[in-house]
């Protein structure tokens, strides 16, 4: 027993005045355990409660995250103390050791501080889906100390560090749980019917299961965007449901695959790629005397007809009608208490 007592306090070395004992190491180690156990029962308790809760997600991850850390800080002071050191006389010391280290870990810092940063911010939150500056996409599945892991639909997870959500540009399709308008191109053949292509694609996109019941401001449209090399060019505008949005590739290829479907039982013809060849001479010959020249005859030029009737009212036309609506408002301040001001008469 006497052995075991001297091992305790057998002297390892001295900070200043302060002995170290090997007992008061195991104490320490001890203490910080400890504190490391907690911190995981109780982050591990917040977030199945999070993981239950229906509101307030957000919050809850909050909280998980400063228990955590004040859990982790409280227990390397409290292993410290216990080991016998006097933290005030670790002061300079620890200035002087500071710069070097700040100088080596200033990246793990610089990412510490960022995701504090979207931690209390709440521009980023865990089930959000985001899309980065090089087109990735998939939902947020935690905001660490040094990075955030984003899972894509592919099932495959990214870990991104924290300071590129800060510095650079991040698209997050579903910060307020609210769905988003998406555009599908298509193009169609010269000749077609344009009213009639509009009327069978949004039939087509109603019918998809995952479109959202139209609304005043939230309404299928199809626009005509251009003219191509052999097409009609096209985008249906519609507005899925927030599941829908978070599986991009998904939702493109369901909406294309039903405008294809619509567009061939309507017989509207899908353009194929086409090159016009003008050949203005053959054998130092041009026009007729080519023709001749290769004993073809030119086609008789039809005569023209009476004029097509014009239409009694204008077609439809989306893009116009899209302009006529007024911007949508911004979204109010939650913190902001002041009375709405009175109208002006």
Not at 35 to 61: D, P, T
Not at 215 to 239: N, P
Request: glycine residues 10%.
């Amino acid at each position: 027993m006497d052995d075991l007592n001297d091992l305790r306090g057998l002297v390892l070395f001295a900070i200043g005045r302060t002995p170290v004992t090997l007992g008061g190491i195991l104490a320490g180690l001890a203490v910080a355990c400890a504190f490391w156990l907690a911190s995981k029962v109780v982050g591990g308790g917040i977030k199945r409660l999070r993981g239950r809760a229906r509101r307030g997600g957000e919050a809850l991850y909050i909280v998980e995250k400063l228990v955590r850390y004040a859990l982790g800080i409280l227990g390397i002071v409290a292993g410290l103390s216990t080991v016998g050191l006097n933290l005030s006389s670790l002061a300079v010391f620890a200035g002087a050791v500071g710069v070097g280290i700040g100088l080596g870990l200033q990246g793990i810092v610089k990412e510490f501080v960022s995701g504090l940063v979207l931690i209390f911010d709440r521009v980023l939150n865990v089930g959000d889906y985001i899309e980065l500056e090089d087109g990735k996409r998939g939902l947020v599945q935690e905001i660490g100390t040094r990075a955030v892991r984003i899972r894509t639909n592919d099932n495959i997870d990214l870990v991104v560090p924290n300071s590129k959500f800060i510095d650079g540009p991040v698209i997050n399709w579903t910060l307020h749980n609210r769905t988003s308008r998406i555009h599908i191109p298509f193009s169609v053949a010269y000749g077609s019917d344009r009213q009639k292509v509009r009327q069978v694609v949004l039939e087509a996109a109603r019918s998809v299961p995952f479109t959202l019941p139209e609304t005043e401001t939230q309404k299928s449209q199809v626009w005509m965007t251009g003219f191509g090399d052999s097409a009609l060019e096209f985008e249906l505008l519609v507005w899925p449901t927030l599941d829908a949005v978070k599986r991009p590739g998904a939702m493109q290829a369901a909406y294309t695959w039903a405008i294809a479907d619509a567009l061939e039982c309507a017989d509207i013809e899908v353009p194929y790629p086409q090159m016009d060849v003008r050949l203005r001479s053959l054998f130092g010959q041009e026009n007729e005397r080519a023709l001749r020249a290769l004993k073809l005859e030119e086609p008789e030029t039809a005569q023209p007809g009476p004029p097509a009737a014009q239409p009694s009212a204008l077609p439809r036309n989306d893009a116009a009608e899209e302009l006529t609506r007024p911007m949508p408002e911004m979204d109010p301040d939650p913190e902001d208490t002041r009375p709405n001001p009175e109208p002006k008469r």
